[in-house]
């Protein structure tokens, strides 16, 4: 029995079955290959620049929300300064017109004195 045994080839186990096994060609679509990794990096590319785009727009959005409250603040300013602007001119006029009136009663005033 025991030529037997000898002739018999082994059986195959687990460790000598991987052993036998192929690795896959780079060109294959599996997990591990170089033409998946290229095309999740590109997918995952994609997917950046989706994401940057959609931040662009939403930063747009809001810096011309902010840009719009800025000029609603200055034509609020402006129109403040025009009505303060005014009253100051309405004081000026005033002022103006008290100081030619003086001048006219001091006029008279030394014309009378002096004679």
Known sequence: MSEQKKKQP???TAKSHAAKIKPKPA????SGSVR???LFYRKTAAQFNVA???MIQKSILAMQAGVRDMLSGINEQRKKN???AAVFQCGVDEMVANIAAMRV???AYIKQFIG
């Open 105 to 107: 009663a001091n006029q």
């Open 10 to 12: 082994p059986k195959p």
């Open 36 to 38: 998946s990794r290229v």
């Open 82 to 84: 025009a009505e303060g």
């Open 52 to 54: 940057a785009t959609e």
């Open 27 to 30: 060109t294959s679509t599996g």
